[in-house]
């Protein structure tokens, strides 16, 4: 009976020593990870639509944002959505505009985000309030500034244009647009970006393609879009994560300059930042409502989606990337 309770006291003790290595452990691993710094993906990934059940975990690295310009903005805690249809403004198209809750005409400069929407057969006609307020639906920005779900780590202006009818994206009129934005708000004109699905997504992939060094944005995330050879050469100065579905048939991912080949292509050329491309396994079009979703930014360490689109364009400037860009 002593011998018995004798190594049960002694397993007890190890037991002890165990817990209390595993805190200072995890104290030092506090301590080295102070700098809010998060994870994101460095490796291409194939994911199922159930979070919990990802095929592949990649290689994930620090996520290393210069927060200078972005920690002087006041806390963003519920801005202004406001709609002007086609010719209310000298822009080139009707649009919704979001500015955060401490924006003022005259005081900080915000990172810009323009998101471009799909194909919508029915059009636009610029006139009808309504037609504008269609941009407020699914998930997408402008539809999780409506239903009150917009919580990016810092804030920003968006804006969501409104394609006219039966259009298509054409780099010079989002340049155009983007030129309007600048004139009219407080934007910071090294943190411009541009987001879209489908058709929108062709949009961000063509105006960086087509643009070239005129064009603005420091970094894209196109959805569901495919491109072409002749904009490759473009692409590749700019910093990308492409996202698509596997089981896409209205823009295939792997056929026809999808994002699975137009990255490689772009990859192929050696860019100082490599372009990323995330394909959701049992997926189809709808690749978006994923990615774009404020649960996108609410996921557990180790996840490879743990951090944001936003977060993730936040780590480029214009400023930062080399002088052909």
């Not at 003022?104 to 610029?126: I, M, Q, R």
């Amino acid at each position: 009976m002593f011998t018995q309770l004798r190594r049960k006291a002694i397993y007890f003790r190890i037991y002890q020593y165990f817990i209390i290595l595993s805190f200072i452990s995890m104290g030092f691993y506090s301590c080295d990870n102070t700098s809010t710094e998060a994870v994101i993906p460095t490796s291409s990934t194939v994911s199922s639509d159930n979070e919990e059940d990802d095929l592949e975990q990649p290689e994930i690295l620090p996520l290393a944002i210069d927060s200078s310009d972005l920690v002087v903005l006041p806390l963003d805690t519920g801005g202004v959505h406001k709609a002007f249809t086609l010719g209310a403004t000298p822009a080139v198209f009707g649009h919704y505009i979001y500015t955060p809750s401490g924006y003022t005409d005259s005081g900080a400069e915000y990172p810009l985000l323009v998101f471009l929407h799909g194909w919508d057969p029915s059009g636009y006609t610029g006139s009808d309030f309504s037609e504008l307020n269609e941009l407020q639906q699914g998930v997408t920005p402008p539809g999780l500034i409506s239903e009150g779900k917009w919580n990016p780590s810092f804030p920003f202006i968006v804006a969501s244009p409104r394609l006219k009818s039966y259009d298509y994206w054409r780099p010079q009129d989002v340049h155009s647009f983007i030129n309007y934005l600048i004139q009219e708000y407080q934007v910071n004109t090294s943190r411009i970006y541009i987001t879209g699905l489908s058709l929108g997504g062709g949009g961000a992939w063509y105006y960086v393609g087509v643009m070239g060094t005129e064009n603005y944005a420091a970094a894209i995330v196109p959805i569901s879009a495919r491109g072409e050879p002749s904009i490759v050469t473009n692409l590749s100065k700019v910093p990308i994560w492409a996202f698509h579905g596997d089981s896409d048939t209205t823009v295939p991912h792997n056929e026809n300059f999808g994002s699975v080949p137009l990255v490689s292509a772009i990859n192929a050329r050696n860019p100082e930042v490599k372009a990323k491309i995330t394909v959701f396994n049992n997926t189809g079009h709808d690749a978006w409502s994923r990615v774009y979703s404020d649960n996108f930014t609410k996921r557990t360490q180790g996840d490879p989606f743990t951090v944001s689109i936003y977060d993730w364009l936040l780590q480029y400037k214009k400023e930062n990337l080399n002088e052909d860009n």
